[in-house]
T-cell receptor, first 118, second 117 residues
């Protein structure tokens, strides 16, 4: 159980393109999902916390207008990188927690999306 | 603010050796959770263990064991008889209790483990 699906797994696109990444909890409901960014050989940095039915909470230094997050249902959150540029190239990972199992269950991660902007 | 330190950037061992990955954390909360995740070369994060701050019992799962020492704010991870398949980056992480943003994870910088034949 507790499977998180992330799509697409790899994106290569031209500078200026907007890219949407989907994160789905397949067998549980997730009122809260998290979006992380990881540069090569570095740790995961939390970008934002996505809350179902409300606005996302962004970490300091993360541009809200650049990284649009929508959490329209209990099983889906999307991250849209708007007008992407080469410096946005990174590995983006989402996670979700199964609140139905009680508080502070471990976060389960998607397989990540490698974004390359040319 | 909470912080997780993994001082070992890279470790190289020969198969069948035991290896310990260190994790030291800082938090002002009295109740918190500690985690270890494995990230193989393919990139996905694999959950290994969760430990809450009130449970200082060490845990063993197969070749994996964890030593939680609250007095030294450490949560070390030992792999016994390492195998090539253990090669990965291992992350230690900390979260406060609560819901929503209060339960976000703070990751250490990771330890890259290379197991060779």
């Amino acid at each position: 159980g507790a499977v998180v699906s992330q799509h697409p797994s790899w994106v290569i696109c031209k500078s200026g393109t907007s890219v949407k990444i989907e994160c789905r909890s397949l067998d549980f409901q997730a009122t809260t999902m998290f979006w992380y960014r990881q540069f090569p050989k570095q740790s995961l940095m939390l970008m934002a916390t996505s809350n179902e039915g409300s606005k996302a909470t962004y970490e300091q230094g993360v541009e809200k207008d650049k990284f649009l997050i929508n959490h329209a249902s209990l099983t889906l959150s999307t991250l849209t990188v708007t007008s992407a540029h080469p410096e946005d190239s990174s590995f983006y990972i989402c996670s979700a927690r199964d609140w139905g199992q009680g508080g502070n269950q471990p976060q389960h991660f998607g397989d990540g999306t490698r974004l390359s902007i040319l | 603010a909470q912080k997780v330190t993994q001082a070992q950037t890279e470790i190289s061992v020969v198969e069948k050796e035991d290896v310990t990955l260190d994790c030291v954390y800082e938090t002002r909360d009295t109740t918190y959770y500690l985690f270890w995740y494995k990230q193989p070369p393919s990139g996905e994060l694999v959950f290994l263990i969760r430990r809450n701050s009130f449970d200082e019992q060490n845990e063993i799962s197969g070749r994996y064991s964890w030593n939680f020492q609250k007095s030294t704010s450490s949560f070390n991870f030992t792999i016994t008889a390492s195998q090539v398949v253990d090669s990965a980056v291992y992350f230690c992480a900390l979260s406060e209790t609560g819901t929503g943003t209060a339960s976000k994870l703070t990751f250490g910088t990771g330890t890259r483990l290379q197991v060779t034949l």
